[in-house]
C-alpha cells in the first residue's frame, strides 16, 4: 500500500549559520488514536478522499479492545480471544505512525491545534519529532481504566482488569493460578475468559451492583439491544457455567491482604449504594486480584487543544465536532460506550472531518450503540457507599503515596475548596501519572471533604499532554521558530 501523500511547510529560523528547517506536515484529516474508533475514523475520511495521517503511541494497531501479539509471532487462532477480529483485520490495512507520542496541542484562533508527536520507542532514546498542523483533527485517545482503592490495593498481584487482559492477550501470560476479578460492568466477563484462557483458575467473578439494578437496566426495551450482544454475553457466560465460576452480584473485594504479594482478600455484600453490608464479610485465598470499575475517558490532549469536556468527556455535536473549529473526536474520549458505539463514531467523525456527512443509516447505528452505552451506565455506574471500604491509611494516590486519611487532614487544615491548592498541599496527583491513576478519585473524595470544590474537572488540565524527556524539550525549544 502506498504512502499517504502530505502537503508539507517549511518554516526556517537563524541560528547564525543559515537557520535550521522545520517541516509541518499538513495532511487533510489526522487521527490520533488506532483503536477502534480512530481506525473507523481514518477509513472513512480515506474513502472519502482525504489525505489522512493516523498516529498511535502504541507499538501496533488496534488499542486495548484489539491487543493482540505483535507481528513477529503471530497466534494462530488469534481470533478466539477477540470479538469483531475480522472487522478489526480489514480497517488494519492501512497505514499507521506508530509509537507516536503526541505531548502538545499548540493552539491557533482559526484553525485547529499544531500537534507536536515524538516518533520512537517511549522507553528508548532519539526519538524523532514530527509536526503536524492539519485542516481537520480527529480526536479518538480512548480511556482510562478506573479501579476504586480498598486497603492493600497496592500490594503486588493486584492488577487492573484491563492490565490482565493485555498480558493475556498480548503476551499469552497468566497473572495468576488463583484469581478473582472484581468491579462493575460486563467488563469483567470478557477478561475472565481471558484469563480462562491462558490457563488461570477464575474463583469467582465478583459484580457490585445487584440484580434488581442490573435487571432493569437490561431488560427494559429488550429490542433495542443490538443482537450481537447477546451472542457475546452467552459466549461468556458459557465460559464460567463450563467451569463452575460463580457469578456474585452486589459483591466485591474490601481488602487484600499479603506481604510480599496478595495470598487473601476479604469480599463482603453490597447494598444499593455500594456500601459494605456488616456482617457478610469472608477471606478467600488468592495468588491474583482483577479489579476494575469502569473507565473515563483519556481527554487531556482535547483539554490540551482546547474543547470543552464535561465529567470528563468531551462535548461534541452528532456529527463529532466538538468547541473548536475543525477538531473532532470520536469512541471513549466523548463518554464511555464500547467498542461499537466507538467505531460508529468514527465513521461519522472522520466523514465530517473530511467534509463529508454520514448517512441517515450511520447516524441511526450511531443512535442505537448510544443507547447501549445509557444502560450500561444505569447498570453499571458507580455509586457513592465505595468509600466504606476505605480506611484513613488506605492509599489512593500511589505515586506519591497519599492516603484517604492525607486528603481528609489536608481539606480541614487548609479550608481550600480548590482542586489546584489541595493537589499542592498533599501531592496528590501529582506523582509520575500525573492523576491518570487516581485523580477522578481523588476529586471526588475532596468534593466530599470540602463540600464542593470550585474548579473540578483540572485533573485532565495537564500542559503536557504525555511525559517527555528534558532533553527532548530542550531540542524542541531550538527548533521553534
Known amino acids: 500500500m502506498s504512502a499517504p501523500r502530505r502537503r508539507r511547510r517549511h518554516d526556517r529560523h537563524g541560528d547564525g549559520d543559515g537557520g535550521a528547517v522545520m517541516t509541518v506536515e499538513t495532511p487533510d484529516v489526522l487521527v490520533v488514536g488506532a483503536g477502534p474508533a480512530g481506525l473507523a475514523a481514518a477509513d472513512a475520511a480515506r474513502r472519502a ?252 490532549l482535547a483539554v490540551n487543544a482546547g474543547c470543552r469536556t464535561e465529567n470528563g468527556a468531551v462535548i461534541t455535536d452528532e456529527n463529532g465536532l466538538t468547541s473548536v473549529p475543525g477538531v473532532y473526536a470520536a469512541g471513549e474520549i466523548t463518554g464511555v460506550g464500547g467498542a461499537d458505539l466507538a467505531l460508529a463514531e468514527g465513521v461519522v467523525a472522520g466523514l465530517a472531518a473530511a467534509g463529508h456527512h454520514a448517512t441517515a443509516a450511520q447516524l441511526r447505528h450511531k443512535t442505537v450503540n448510544e443507547k447501549f452505552a445509557d444502560r450500561l451506565e444505569a447498570a453499571h455506574g458507580i455509586k457513592p457507599g465505595w468509600t466504606g471500604w476505605m480506611t484513613d491509611d488506605t492509599i489512593v494516590c500511589r505515586c506519591e503515596e497519599v492516603t484517604a486519611g492525607d486528603l481528609r487532614a489536608g481539606a480541614e487544615a487548609t479550608g481550600s475548596r480548590g482542586l489546584r491548592s489541595l493537589k499542592l498541599s498533599t501531592r496528590a496527583g501529582l506523582g509520575v501519572c500525573q492523576g491518570r491513576t487516581c485523580g477522578r478519585t481523588v476529586e471526588e473524595l475532596l468534593h466530599r471533604h470540602t463540600g464542593g470544590l470550585l474548579d473540578p474537572g483540572r485533573t485532565e488540565n495537564r500542559p503536557l499532554a504525555a511525559f517527555v524527556r528534558m532533553g527532548e524539550l530542550a531540542a524542541a525549544e531550538k527548533e521553534t521558530p
Open 49 to 300: 478522499g482525504a489525505q489522512v495521517v493516523l498516529l498511535d503511541a502504541a507499538a501496533d494497531a488496534g488499542g486495548q479492545y484489539w491487543r493482540h501479539l505483535p507481528k513477529e509471532r503471530p497466534a494462530a487462532h488469534e481470533r478466539v480471544l477477540h470479538h469483531g477480529w475480522d472487522k478489526f483485520t480489514a480497517l488494519r490495512d492501512q497505514e499507521v505512525l506508530t509509537d507516536a507520542q503526541v505531548w502538545l496541542a499548540e493552539r491557533h484562533d482559526d484553525r485547529p491545534p499544531t500537534l507536536h508527536v515524538l516518533v520512537g520507542a517511549s522507553d528508548g532514546n532519539g526519538r524523532t519529532p514530527r509536526t503536524f498542523a492539519p485542516k481537520a483533527l480527529v480526536l479518538a485517545t480512548g480511556a482510562y481504566e478506573r479501579t476504586l482503592p480498598f486497603p492493600g490495593w497496592d500490594l503486588p498481584g493486584v492488577f487492573t482488569a484491563g492490565a490482565a487482559q493485555a498480558l493475556a492477550k498480548a503476551e499469552r501470560i497468566a497473572v495468576g493460578q488463583r484469581v478473582i476479578v472484581a468491579g462493575a460492568g460486563p467488563f469483567l466477563l470478557p477478561v475472565a475468559s481471558s484469563l480462562i484462557r491462558t490457563g488461570s483458575t477464575v474463583k469467582a467473578v465478583l459484580e457490585a451492583n445487584g440484580w434488581s439494578r442490573l435487571r432493569k437496566a437490561w431488560t427494559a426495551r429488550p429490542t433495542e439491544l443490538p443482537r450481537h450482544k447477546a451472542g457475546e454475553l452467552a459466549g461468556y457466560l458459557r465460559d464460567l457455567a463450563t467451569r463452575r465460576i460463580p457469578y456474585r452480584a452486589a459483591t466485591t473485594i474490601i481488602a487484600a491482604h499479603g506481604t510480599d504479594r496478595v495470598t487473601e482478600v476479604t469480599t463482603a455484600r453490597l447494598d444499593e449504594q455500594w456500601a459494605p453490608i456488616p456482617g457478610t464479610e469472608r477471606r478467600e485465598q488468592v495468588d491474583a486480584v482483577c479489579v476494575s470499575h469502569g473507565f473515563v475517558p483519556r481527554s487531556e
